[in-house]
């Protein structure tokens, strides 16, 4: 039996894309996945550019503007995300009147991200995602490629190639490449052609794993399973497929530069060795007390020692904490924030913060599922939000944190639209 809300939600879609086409001439030829596809893939695009602090901030504020601008700020009702998400910007307000709004780059960028949960809120729904997955797709195989022929040419001992100019390009090349995967997960798809998509992506899949790219998989396992538990036995081919080739592509990776990946055991197992610059230029760093003797080098001591920082600073920060940026003066690793969105949220903009950040992305999530098997929009947001989520458990800055905001802000909007079709055709039944 068909569910009478998705007929209602389609009929507001196409709402949606009556108004999307009578736009101004400067936006026709644009379209709002489109420029979605540049938001989640600003990392890449920056680093792609190789630009400086001008070319940096025209992507990220342009994209933003460019989204707003296509935006459908119709048919707008509140619902409970929307009061915690207003209740978090309370909280920074608050902090920011007592304790000042620390640097003004950071500040900047706070507000920006903020402004991603508005753009998500008024999205235009029902729209195709052929213009995000196309552009994302030339984006993640430009990536590839350069790092293939970084891996193939370096000479130094590096842990992660150097890509245009920086070792960070494979982390956010990877995080485009996930967010491909996850709006072709969200796409009905017969058994074969998900097959032949997946054994498609694992080339780039084993060239990132090969970049020794760690928690960016973890955090696509983690989306891919839990779409996988919440889709029907119909669109399950393709997840399926895609976490087999995840394993496949990471085992043969991190095989195909096995000195390295040893290197990066030993470090877990072993924090207190020392590495040399035949082991990695980049982690042979001397030890230092703040993290028990270990090199300064390793990633996993120094997540370790951020994460004990900040549980240990949560108690003290109070209602409205202790102010934005304020937490590298409570650690002993030099200019570091907790690399978690959620204890940085807790500790800077006090318990107020934390918890209403922690609720309006539990609540978004929640409320999702009973789309997510009925609505392939709602498949798309629901696992872009789980991605996000997890990997700003251990990458999360909340000055940086636009696509949290963003697909918390898309989450409402398709609940809302629903709800407002619930409205709509009981009105229509008692009327």
Not at 33 to 41: G, R, W
Request: with cysteine.
């Amino acid at each position: 039996m068909s569910d009478p809300d998705v007929g209602t939600n389609k009929q507001l879609a196409q709402m949606d894309n009556l108004v999307a086409g009578t736009r101004s001439r400067p936006f026709i030829a644009l379209d709002f996945h489109f420029v979605l596809a540049i938001i989640v893939s600003s990392g890449s695009i920056i680093v792609t550019a190789s630009g400086g602090p001008l070319v940096t901030a025209s992507i990220l504020v342009g994209s933003i503007l460019a989204a707003a601008a296509l935006n459908r700020y119709r048919d707008f009702r509140i619902i409970d995300v929307d009061l915690l998400f207003a209740t978090f910007c309370l909280a920074i307000v608050v902090s920011f009147a007592l304790n000042g709004y620390g640097d003004l780059k950071e500040a900047g960028l706070l507000f920006l991200s903020l402004l991603a949960y508005l753009v998500g809120r008024f999205a235009p729904t029902g729209m195709r995602r052929t213009s995000f997955t196309l552009l994302t797709a030339v984006i993640v195989f430009i990536g590839a490629g350069a790092t293939f022929i970084s891996l193939a040419t370096q000479t130094a001992a590096l842990f992660k190639p150097i890509v245009f100019g920086s070792d960070h390009s494979a982390i956010v090349f990877l995080s485009s490449l996930s967010f491909l995967i996850i709006a072709l997960a969200s796409t009905e798809m017969s058994h074969r052609q998900g097959i032949v998509i997946a054994m498609f992506l694992a080339l780039p899949l084993g060239i990132f794993a090969a970049a020794q790219v760690r928690f960016t998989f973890v955090a696509l396992a983690a989306t891919m399973v839990s779409m996988l538990l919440l889709s029907r036995r119909g669109q399950r081919q393709f997840s399926f497929a895609i976490c087999f080739v995840i394993a496949l592509a990471a085992g043969i990776g991190l095989a195909s530069r096995f000195q390295t990946t040893s290197t990066y055991l030993k470090m877990v197992l072993e924090p207190s060795s020392m590495m040399t610059r035949e082991d990695s230029l980049q982690g042979a760093l001397p030890a230092t007390a703040c993290l028990g003797g270990a090199s300064a080098g390793n990633s996993f001591v120094v997540r370790k020692v951020l994460l004990r920082d900040a549980l240990k600073a949560i108690p003290s920060s109070g209602f409205f904490g202790t102010g934005l940026a304020s937490f590298p003066s409570m650690t002993c690793v030099p200019n570091s924030e907790p690399h978690n969105s959620f204890l940085q949220a807790t500790i800077e903009f006090g318990w107020l913060g934390g918890l209403a950040l922690l609720g309006l992305t539990f609540l978004a999530l929640r409320q999702l599922v009973p789309l997510v098997r009925i609505d392939s929009e709602a498949r798309f947001v629901f696992g872009s939000l789980v991605f996000v989520v997890v990997l700003d458990l251990a990458h999360g800055i909340l000055s940086r944190d636009t696509l949290l905001f963003l697909f918390a802000g898309y989450a409402a909007r398709l609940v809302s639209t629903r709800q407002t079709g619930q409205i709509t055709r009981s009105r229509n039944l008692s009327a």
